[in-house]
Nanobody, 119 residues
């Protein structure tokens, strides 16, 4: 059974940083690309970043390019999203999904972790 569990969200000031983690189990993590998405309640999910199974290449949404970094640690079955220079446009529930699609439709995904940006 595929399980994805996010952690690391919280409250951060504008301009601050956070590192999100996604613990993966129930599948052979090293064989899969992974994706981070974010969602505001009542809205469709927004693609944030993708990393392929080998760790490269990576791709980012224009809104986060240069500020966010996606990475994975195959030895720990973990996916990460390092976020910096956070702005009031970034708050959302961030979740990880299996695979490289820009949507999570039909794919295993986690429940998400809340990121709040406020002074």
């Amino acid at each position: 059974q595929v399980q994805l569990v996010e952690s690391g969200g919280g409250l951060v000031q504008p301009g601050g940083s956070l590192k999100l983690s996604c613990a993966a189990s129930g599948f052979t993590f090293q064989y899969y690309g992974m994706t981070w998405l974010r969602q505001t309640p009542g809205k469709d999910g927004e693609w944030v970043a993708t990393i392929n199974n080998a760790g490269r290449p990576t791709s980012y949404a224009d809104a986060v390019k240069g500020r966010f970094t996606i990475s994975k640690d195959k030895s720990k079955n973990a996916l990460f999203l390092e976020m910096s220079v956070l702005t009031p446009d970034d708050p959302d529930v961030y979740y990880c999904a299996q695979g490289c699609s820009t949507t999570a439709t039909g794919r295993p995904r986690g429940q998400g972790t809340q990121v709040t940006v406020s002074a």
